[in-house]
């Protein structure tokens, strides 16, 4: 069964990679509103505030270079921004899988490139985000896109990403997970784990509560006893 | 645990705040006076009518620096907050707690325990340092009544009765206040706690702080996306931090309090730092404010262990802690209030 989510339900694309690495982390940002810069995010936004001056010849007769593009997929119900889909010319049309361009000749094919600071990571959450712009993208032109690139700054590499349907599947159950929490208001409880050492939102978070919890009802009882000032 | 940032006072009237790219920059009469990194403030309170440039405003509200604007005598004026933001999800269960009596009562108990308990190790605190010197007898008679009113507290089951026994509580300690005088006794004389305005200088002094101490607890509760309006055991009025004043009431005794008698004992400010007006309305002297303001701004820097936390943080964080606490509360990451106790 396909999905059908209303404008007034989107939710932020750019959230599906907080999604992959936290559930708790994606609540906090966007359930919670809870938003907490550190270097990492900070040096994040100085890389796209990069990333957005062209340094690709955009006159290239094969390709057309187009940033900064608004997307929506209402199947996965959320909107967003690209920061640069490359549209590679295609000779022949290849049926599915190609599109016009307003004032260009000939047929033309699609690739999202996401544009990301660090280096390639384990958890695949950027590859996440990199096939929901490329749904948005179909559903928006009408074809299917096989796949995309992630650009490193760390590495100064592209690599590939193949929208499989395993990776369609995942992106697709995070985005319905997504929108349940939203419309129950749900902020999951913490799990900690090696990935709470590079979250950004570890002091609104706070996972140890969760884990050495401590009851209150004795925490009250100890202050509110005498014994420990009176010697 | 999050970093403790400085906050920026500007106490200079003919100042003017503005910006230069990320930085915040102090100007008298276009002479560059002061710059520090945007990303070092916590806060920014001017005392005067100091300009401010609309750019810094900008800055400061999307960095989340609170900017506040005091008279040169420490009233609140004004603030500049970027719009509504923080989980709505959050107030709103915010707002209904506020309204139920069983569970504002219940945190107005812990807000008031917290206080009362305070005040008490303070009044104890001074009682086993200076023994010789102290009229125990009062003291005793006042730490153990203070240590009664758990009990009471504890059964009381609305707002009215808690506000009665913090009432009494406050009463019974401030008559014990002078005891913790030392030094300048004569000078240094509380008759009353009193306000508006103040009529002698602890008041004076107590007043001031606790203006610093709202401005400080008031980001904070900001900071976690709760209302500072809407409190559980202070009733709503207009324009009155409700919860900001709810949970200075545990912070009270060991920010303010405490800091108030150092300063006095410690002869780090004087009788001659206040003037006393015509009707007997006592005013600090600029120098004074200072001294206060830097004794202040150090003491926030101060390591504690956060007795609920079990970690080390510096005191200044204590306000964002219990307003964190709280809203995690609210949304039921844990089962009930912990407020601050000082041991």
């Not at chain 1, 690709?56 to 959320?78: A, N, Q, W, Y």
């Not at chain 2, 104890?124 to 153990?144: N, P, Q």
């Not at chain 2, 005088?181 to 002698?200: A, C, G, H, V």
């Not at chain 2, 936390?309 to 510096?314: A, D, F, G, M, V």
């Amino acid at each position: 069964m396909t999905e059908h989510y209303l404008d007034e339900d989107l939710l932020l694309l750019s959230g599906i990679q907080h999604m992959a690495f936290c559930e708790r982390q994606w609540a906090l940002i966007h359930v919670e509103q809870v938003w907490a810069e550190n270097v990492r995010t900070v040096e994040g936004k100085h890389f796209h505030e990069r990333a957005d001056d062209p340094f690709f010849d955009e006159s290239r007769k094969t390709v057309r270079i187009v940033r900064s593009m608004p997307l929506v997929s209402h199947r996965l119900g959320l909107r967003g921004v690209a920061d640069v889909v490359e549209f590679h010319h295609s000779k022949p049309e290849i049926s599915g899988e190609t599109c016009q361009l307003k004032d260009r000749e000939g047929w033309w094919r699609p690739l999202p490139v996401e544009y990301k600071r660090g280096k390639p990571k384990k958890d695949g959450r950027d590859a996440v985000q990199l096939c929901a712009q490329a749904v948005a993208l179909e559903e928006m032109l009408g074809l299917t896109i096989t796949s995309g690139c992630l650009f490193y700054g760390e590495t100064k590499r592209r690599e590939a990403v193949e929208f499989t349907p395993a990776l369609r599947q995942h992106t697709m159950e995070l985005s319905r997970k997504m929108h349940v929490l939203v419309r129950e208001g749900i902020t999951p409880k913490a799990k900690k784990g090696k990935r709470c050492a590079q979250c950004s939102l570890v002091d609104d978070c706070q996972p140890y509560w969760m884990l050495r919890h401590r009851p209150v009802a004795a925490y009250l009882a100890r202050m509110c006893s005498l014994e420990a000032d009176e010697q | 645990m999050r970093r403790l940032l400085n906050t920026l006072y500007v106490t200079m009237p003919d100042a003017y705040l503005a910006c230069d790219g990320e930085n915040v920059v102090i100007r008298v009469k276009d002479e560059t006076k002061f710059r520090v990194p945007v990303h070092n403030l916590e806060s920014i309170i001017c005392f005067g009518f100091a300009g401010a440039s609309p750019k810094l405003m900008y800055l400061c509200s999307e960095r989340g620096v609170a900017l506040s604007f005091l008279t040169e005598y420490g009233k609140f004026m004004g603030r500049v907050t970027g719009g509504i933001s923080g989980n709505v999800l959050l107030r709103r269960a915010q707002y209904r707690w506020a309204d139920d009596p069983t569970v504002s009562a219940r945190l107005a108990r812990r807000f008031i325990a917290a206080k009362i308990m305070n005040s008490r190790a303070l009044l104890h605190r001074l009682r086993r340092d200076h023994k010789e010197t102290v009229d125990s007898l009062a003291l005793d008679k006042a730490i153990t009544w203070l240590a009664g009113t758990a009990d009471r507290l504890e059964k009381a089951g609305n707002g009215d009765v808690i506000r009665g026994v913090e009432g009494e509580a406050a009463q019974v300690y401030f008559s014990n206040f002078n005891q913790l005088i030392l030094s300048q006794k004569e000078e240094f004389y509380l008759f009353n706690r009193n306000r508006r305005p103040p009529t002698d200088r602890i008041n004076a002094l107590l007043s001031f702080l606790y203006t610093l101490l709202a401005h400080d607890v008031t980001s904070a509760i900001e900071s976690v996306g709760l209302d500072p309006q809407v409190g559980f055991l202070h009733r709503e009025r207009p324009g009155r931090p409700s919860l900001a004043l709810d949970i200075m009431e545990e912070l009270r005794p060991h920010f303010a309090d405490r800091l108030a008698v150092t300063l006095i004992n410690r002869k780090q400010i004087s009788a001659d730092g206040f003037v006393v007006k015509e009707n007997g309305a006592v005013i600090m002297a600029e120098d004074t404010r200072k001294e206060v303001l830097t004794a202040w701004q150090k003491r926030k820097l101060e390591e504690i262990t956060h007795p609920y936390l079990e970690e080390k943080i510096s005191l200044g964080l204590v306000p964002y802690v219990q307003a964190l606490l709280l809203a995690r509360h609210i949304r039921g990451d844990i089962e009930d209030y912990p407020p601050f106790f000082w041991k």
